[in-house]
C-alpha cells in the first residue's frame, strides 16, 4: 500500500494472470462524444479533455450530460471540452483510479469507494464529501423491488420477501457496492420495525438471505438473471435500475413495488483535484460537478431516473415517477459507510457469518 | 538436453537466445509473479495464514480444485474422442467442426457464461428438460464444472490431434497380426504413444480451468461455501481494498497449480521414457 508503482505492478500482473482475467474488461474506457466541442473547436483557447471516471449505470445519463455540458462551457467561455467517459463496476472504478487511472472527477455508487481513493492516494481532500452540496450528490435514488407482471406473490414490502416460497434476487454485497444498499435497506427496516433491536434486525436479514438462491457478481449480472433467465420472484434494486429495466423491457412484463420504508441511494462526485490540476482542468472539472446541480443538469438526471437533489429544477413528469416513500441513510442509521463497511461487508463481517451460518445449515 | 549443448543449431548464438529468453520470461511472468509474492508477503505469517485458510476460502478451493480436475479429466476422454474422429475420418464439414473446436479461445469468457447459463437455466432451451428431472445445472457445482469443460476443450484436441496424426496404422496392423484384440491395440499401442500429448491436453486444461473467471461467475450463482470459486474470493478481497489478502489466495492457487502442473510434468516424463524404453 505503500507506493503507487507497486499497486501498478499489482495491477499489471492481476491482467496477466489468467486466474482474474476476467475482470479487466469491464473498465474498457469508451469515448462518448462531444460533437459540438469538436465540430465548433475554432475558438482561439485551448481545448480540455476531461475524463469522468463512473460506474455502470450512469452511461445514459453522461452521455447525454456531457454533449450538453461541453456545448455550455464553451458558449460560457470559448473553451472546447471533450469528455471521456470510463464506465464499470463501482469498485473496479476505484481501484483503477487508486492504480493510476488520470480521472479527473469521479461519479460512483457509494461514498465509500471515494473514501478510498482519497485515503490511499491522497489525489484530494479527505473531507471531500463536503464540497459540494447534498453530501455531494447532485441525484439519489433508493432501493425498490422488481416483480413479474401481476405481482403473482404478492409482494408489498420487505416483510414478504422472507415468506415461504419467496424467492429473491439479489447481488453479493462483497463484490457489488450498489448491492450494500439492497443489504442495509433490509437491516435498516428490520431495526425500524423491531424497534432498533439489532439482534433481530441479523436475524431478518439472515432469514432474506436465506431466500437468494444466487447472488450475482454485480447489479446488472442479477438483473439479467432476474429477468432474463426468468430466476426469483423479486429482484431488488435501485430505482433507477427497476425504472430502466421498465423502460427497456417493456412495462407489461414486470412492476415495481415500493416497500414502505426504504434507503436513501447516494451516488457522490467528486473533483480528483491533483489529476485535474496536473493538465488544467481543474476549472472544467469544477465547472462540470457544478453543471449537475444547474437546472440541464437536474433535469437531465431526473430523465435519466436518478431523483434530483433539487425538485424544483425538473421536469415535473420526469418527478411523477417516484413514488413518495419514508427514507433513512446510512449516515443515520449505520453511522456512515466506514463503519457499516467494517461491521458487515468486511471479511469476517456480519454478512460473510450469516452466509456462513445459512451454508451449515444446509 | 547436455549433449545437445555443444551442437550446431540453426539459429546461431545461444547466448543471444538464451538472454532473449531469460529476459522476455522475466519482464512478462517472473517479476509480475515476484511482486505477487512481495505483496503477500507484506502481510506476516499470522495474516497470510488467516486470510487463506478461512472456511469460505478452503471451500473454494475444493470446488475450484475439484471442479478443475473433473472438468480437466471430462475434457481428456471426450477431447480425444474429438481428436479422434477430426484425424481418423474424412467426411462434409470437417473443416468448420475443426475450425468450431478453436471457438472457446476466441469467445470473451463471459459470453460464454451468459450462452451457457441462458441453455441450462431452469427456463433454457436444455434447462427446462432437465430440472423436471431433478438436475440443476446452473448456479450448481455441476454447472461451474460445464463451464470449465466448455473453456478446456480446446487444448486437449489441439495438443492431441499432431499426435494422433503422427501414429502410424501400422503399427496397430502389426498388434492386430500378432494377435492384439482391438481392446489390446487400444491400451497397448495408442494410449502409451499419445499419452504424453494426452496430459500435456489434460495440464492445459486443468491450468486453464484453475484460474477461469469470466465464464464461471454467471454460472455459479456465487453462493458462499457452496458455488463460490476461488477466483471470486479473490476478486471480493480486491472489492474491500484487500490487496494483500487478495495475493495471499492467490499465492496459494498459484503454488497448487505449480505442483499439480509438475507432477504432470514428470508423469509425462515418466510415461514417455516408458513408452521410449518399451520400444
Not at chain 1, 490511499?120 to 435514488?141: A, E, H, I, M, V
Not at chain 2, 529476459?23 to 517472473?30: E, K, P, Q
Not at chain 2, 480437466?72 to 468448420?96: C, D, S
Not at chain 2, 473453456?151 to 503399427?171: C, H, K, M, N, Y
Request: a neutral charge; hydrophobic letters at 45%.
Amino acid at each position: 500500500m505503500k507506493s503507487i508503482s507497486s499497486f501498478s505492478a499489482f495491477t499489471l500482473l492481476l491482467a496477466l494472470l489468467p486466474l482474474v482475467g476476467g475482470c479487466g474488461s469491464s473498465t474498457a474506457a469508451n469515448k462518448s462524444g462531444a460533437p459540438a466541442a469538436a465540430s465548433s473547436a475554432s475558438g482561439s483557447k485551448t481545448p480540455v479533455t476531461l475524463l469522468n471516471v463512473s460506474y455502470d449505470p450512469t452511461r445514459e445519463l453522461y452521455e447525454e450530460f456531457n454533449s450538453d455540458f461541453a456545448k455550455h462551457y464553451q458558449e460560457e467561455t470559448g473553451t472546447p471540452v471533450t469528455i471521456e467517459q470510463s464506465h464499470g463496476g463501482a469498485g473496479k472504478q476505484a481501484r483503477a483510479v487508486i492504480d493510476g487511472l488520470k480521472a479527473d472527477v469521479v461519479t460512483l455508487a457509494i461514498a465509500y469507494d471515494i473514501d478510498q481513493i482519497a485515503e490511499l492516494t491522497g489525489l484530494f481532500p479527505k473531507d471531500w464529501q463536503k464540497r459540494l452540496d447534498n453530501n455531494s450528490c447532485p441525484y439519489t435514488s433508493t432501493i425498490v423491488f422488481l416483480v413479474r407482471a401481476g405481482n403473482p406473490k404478492q409482494i408489498k414490502d420487505w416483510d414478504d420477501l422472507v415468506r415461504d416460497g419467496v424467492e429473491v434476487i439479489t447481488p453479493n454485497p462483497k463484490t457489488s457496492g450498489g448491492a450494500r444498499y439492497n443489504y442495509l435497506g433490509a437491516w435498516g427496516y428490520a431495526l425500524k420495525k423491531f424497534g432498533n433491536d439489532e439482534q433481530k434486525a441479523r436475524d431478518f436479514v439472515k432469514k432474506l438471505y436465506e431466500h437468494v438462491p444466487v447472488l450475482g457478481s454485480g447489479a446488472r449480472d442479477s438483473t439479467t438473471t432476474f429477468v432474463q433467465r426468468e430466476q426469483g420472484d423479486v429482484l431488488i434494486t435501485w430505482e433507477n435500475e427497476a425504472l430502466l429495466a421498465l423502460k427497456e423491457l417493456g412495462a407489461e412484463k414486470f412492476e415495481i413495488v415500493v416497500p414502505s420504508v426504504s434507503i436513501l441511494a447516494e451516488p457522490p462526485v467528486t473533483v480528483v483535484d491533483k489529476n485535474a490540476a496536473a493538465h488544467g482542468a481543474q476549472e472544467v472539472a469544477e465547472a462540470y460537478l457544478k453543471y449537475l446541480y444547474s437546472p440541464a443538469g437536474q433535469r437531465l438526471a431526473a430523465k435519466h431516473f436518478y431523483r434530483p437533489s433539487l425538485k424544483e429544477q425538473a421536469d415535473p413528469e420526469d418527478l411523477k415517477r417516484f413514488a413518495e416513500i419514508e427514507m433513512f441513510n446510512v449516515d443515520e442509521v449505520f453511522g456512515g459507510w466506514p463503519e457499516a463497511q467494517a461491521k458487515h461487508f468486511n471479511d469476517g463481517g456480519i454478512f460473510d457469518v450469516i452466509q456462513e451460518e445459512i451454508a451449515s445449515s444446509k | 538436453m547436455s549433449k545437445n549443448f555443444a551442437k550446431r543449431q540453426v539459429l546461431p548464438g545461444f547466448g543471444i537466445t538464451m538472454g532473449y529468453t531469460v529476459t522476455y520470461l522475466s519482464l512478462i511472468v517472473l517479476v509480475p509473479l515476484a511482486a505477487l509474492f512481495l505483496k503477500s508477503a507484506g502481510l506476516g505469517w499470522a495474516d497470510f495464514w488467516k486470510a487463506v485458510s478461512g472456511p469460505r476460502v478452503v471451500a473454494s478451493y475444493k470446488l475450484t480444485f475439484g471442479a478443475s480436475l473433473v472438468a480437466a479429466a471430462v475434457n481428456a476422454v471426450f477431447g480425444f474422442v474429438v481428436a479422434w474422429t477430426l484425424v481418423r475420418y474424412q467426411f462434409p464439414g470437417k473443416r468448420i467442426i475443426d475450425a468450431m473446436i478453436d471457438l472457446p479461445f476466441a469467445l470473451p469468457t463471459a459470453v460464454s457464461g451468459i450462452a451457457l447459463t441462458a441453455v441450462y437455466s431452469s427456463h433454457g432451451w436444455f434447462g427446462q428438460y432437465l430440472e423436471p428431472l431433478g438436475i440443476k445445472v446452473a448456479y450448481t457445482p455441476l454447472g461451474i464444472t460445464l463451464a470449465l469443460v466448455f473453456i478446456g476443450l480446446p487444448f486437449v484436441v489441439r495438443t492431441l490431434q499432431p499426435a494422433l496424426a503422427d501414429l502410424e496404422r501400422e503399427s496397430e496392423e502389426a498388434a492386430a497380426s500378432l494377435g492384439a484384440n482391438r481392446f489390446q491395440t487400444f491400451t497397448r499401442v495408442i494410449i502409451p504413444t499419445i499419452l504424453p500429448a494426452l496430459l500435456t491436453g489434460f495440464a492445459l486444461s486443468l491450468a486453464r480451468a484453475i484460474g477461469e473467471y469470466g465464464s464461471v461467475v454467471f454460472i455459479s450463482g456465487n453462493m458462499p461455501m457452496r458455488t463460490e470459486i476461488t477466483s471470486l474470493l479473490i476478486i471480493s478481497k480486491l472489492e474491500q481494498y484487500d490487496t494483500a489478502g487478495a495475493a495471499a489466495i492467490s499465492v496459494v492457487m498459484l503454488t497448487v497449480s505449480f505442483g499439480l502442473l509438475l507432477a504432470i510434468n514428470l508423469l509425462q516424463h515418466f510415461a514417455g521414457r516408458r513408452f521410449q524404453g518399451a520400444l
